[in-house]
């Protein structure tokens, strides 16, 4: 992905800057801790497409 359209993306909903995770392919918002997926070279910036990096609370 090049590097000078990940400076201009933002959170499609708070509007922070994203990170690019090249291992994973994808682009985090650590404000609403979601990872938006990169769908061959093309960011998905869909909220329903986000997956929450919040983790399940485990039981106790």
Known sequence: MEPR???ILVCPLCKSKLVHDRDNLELIC???QLAFPIRDG???MLSSEA???ENP???A
């Open 5 to 7: 359209l990940i400076e």
């Open 30 to 32: 650590k404000a609403d």
């Open 42 to 44: 093309i960011p998905v």
């Open 51 to 53: 997956r929450s990096l």
């Open 57 to 59: 609370a485990t039981p």
